[in-house]
């Protein structure tokens, strides 16, 4: 079974922090991607990497930036954390071999801005 | 970019039929995604059209038009558990590095009741 973990279910954090959150998959899927849901806007995509060190922009990156050392690490990076940036964070992670190329999902982190 | 649409909730009882709707518009499709997510969890994948046709897959159905831009999601035996989010995402053809992105709809609340 393909497993996505995030570093924390819940996080809290105050304005103009620096906030880093983490995830891992284990299964040596090229792609990996940072969501965001919110009620009423459904996913949105921020960020993704099709591979190690290199990395794309979503719709919604204003605010945030992406690391990938490692294939299976994907950070998402809050420079200075905002109130409008609380929200649920997802992370996926999808292979580039053998159809559907599905994407798995981590459990989530809730993170409150305050 | 995309447009997915997508009703916003839906309500039905134990052991009926339902059918969530999913329109969509897109420069190059390369394949639709369906994924349930209950309350509080993440995504899992449910089923994936890239034909026209009906997929089946035990009390799950999927259905595409690629002419129309249209499928829909059939729930058979409806059981409280089914109670949840249902997310429609269409795939694009995109360029080389961005194989294997998703645009997600707003997603479908589906309440069972007994």
């Known amino acids: 079974d393909v497993k996505v973990t995030q570093s924390s279910r819940y996080l809290v954090k105050r304005t103009g922090e620096k906030v880093f959150l983490e995830c891992v998959q284990d299964m040596d899927h090229e792609n990996m991607f940072w969501y965001r849901q919110d009620p009423g806007l459904g996913l949105r995509l921020i960020y993704f990497?099709?591979?190690?060190?290199?990395?794309e922009k979503g719709d919604i990156p204003e605010g945030y930036s992406v690391s990938r050392e490692k294939k299976e690490r994907f950070s998402l990076i809050l420079e200075s954390a905002s109130t409008n940036q609380t929200s649920m964070y997802l992370c996926?992670?999808?292979?580039?071999?053998?159809?559907?190329?599905?994407?798995?999902f981590g459990p989530g982190t809730r993170l409150t801005v305050t | 970019g995309q447009n997915i649409d997508q009703p916003t909730e839906m309500t039905a009882t134990e052991g009926a039929i339902v059918q969530i709707n999913c329109t969509y518009q897109?420069?190059?499709?390369?394949?639709l995604f369906w994924y349930q997510q209950h309350a509080g969890e993440a995504p899992t994948f449910l089923s994936y059209n890239v034909l026209d046709g009906l997929e089946e897959k035990g009390r799950f159905s999927s259905f595409l038009s690629r002419s129309k831009g249209y499928s829909y999601l059939l729930l058979k035996e409806l059981q409280m558990k089914d109670s949840a989010s249902y997310l429609c995402a269409v795939r694009d053809r995109g360029r080389g590095s961005t194989l294997g992105r998703l645009y997600f709809g707003r997603g479908t609340q589906l309440t069972v009741w007994p």
């Open positions: 990497s099709y591979d190690v060190k290199m990395k």
């Open positions: 897109t420069s190059g499709f390369n394949g």
């Open positions: 996926a992670s999808s292979t580039l071999l053998g159809s559907p190329y599905e994407q798995y």
